[in-house]
């Protein structure tokens, strides 16, 4: 597509469900990112793909968050039995792949994440 | 590890006013610097971006220039519309261990009164 894509836009969730939060990152992207932007922080590194392997998920905050990257292409984040302070944006990113010139990072519009 | 550091918002302008908004950052070699702009109810887009030293960034009447001697890479613009309204971000990659993972400052946001 002309951009990244990320589903749903908005999901509300039960405290203890899981939950699943999609990225389609623009074509021949290799390199794919997650943040999390919650009320009055910043963006919030949590992983990094490149291709379908992740070199870096030093920022995934607990084992009830994971990812994975397939095809080199679509990528899914899980939270299982969420919790209240899951609660944020959830921002999806790619770019070119790695190297000086190639780290302009384009991003989605974010799934709002609401645990009740 | 590589860091960045904006001012405080919010910051609240009236139009044709002058703006900057100061961003610091720590990281060792060169890293590539980056403002983002998000827009009320949208996603981050790049605003403007410098790779080296000395260069300037400019896009839509901003401009930020890379100054490796005070590690600073500040936003500013002539004269703020009400349109520029919107939560800026300052980020960095390339920094430290050769990580190209972003890095963002924590936001400032730009409230434009007409």
């Known amino acids: 597509g002309a951009g990244v894509s990320q589903s749903p836009s908005n999901k509300v969730t039960e405290k203890g469900k899981d939950v699943e939060l999609r990225c389609d990152p623009i074509?021949?992207?290799?390199?794919l990112y997650w943040y999390r932007q919650s009320l009055g922080q910043g963006l919030e590194f949590l992983i990094y793909?490149?291709?379908?392997?992740?070199?870096?998920k030093s920022g995934l905050p607990s084992d009830r968050f994971s990812a994975e990257r397939t095809g080199g292409s679509v990528s899914t984040l899980t939270i299982q039995r969420t919790q209240q302070e899951d609660s944020a944006v959830y921002l999806c990113?790619?770019?070119?792949?790695?190297?000086?010139?190639?780290?302009?990072?384009?991003f989605g519009q974010g799934t709002r994440l609401t645990v009740v | 590890g590589d860091s960045v550091t904006q001012m405080e918002g919010p910051v609240t302008l009236s139009e044709e006013a002058f703006l900057t908004i100061n961003c610091t950052y720590t990281?060792?070699?060169?890293?590539?610097l980056f403002w983002y702009v998000q827009y009320p109810g949208e996603g981050l887009q790049l605003l403007l971006k410098a790779t080296k030293a000395d260069d300037k960034g400019s896009n839509k009447g901003f401009e930020a220039t890379y100054r490796k001697e005070t590690t600073s890479f500040h936003l500013e613009k002539g004269s703020v519309q009400v349109s520029d309204s919107a939560v800026y971000f300052c980020?960095?990659?390339?920094?430290?261990?050769?990580?190209?993972?972003?890095?963002f400052g924590r936001g400032t946001s730009l409230i434009v009164h007409p």
């Open positions: 980020a960095l990659s390339g920094g430290s261990g050769g990580s190209y993972i972003p890095t």
């Open positions: 074509s021949g992207h290799t390199a």
């Open positions: 990113a790619s770019s070119l792949g790695q190297g000086k010139l190639l780290t302009e990072a384009f």
């Open positions: 990281a060792t070699g060169y890293p590539s």
């Open positions: 793909f490149q291709g379908n392997s992740a070199p870096d």
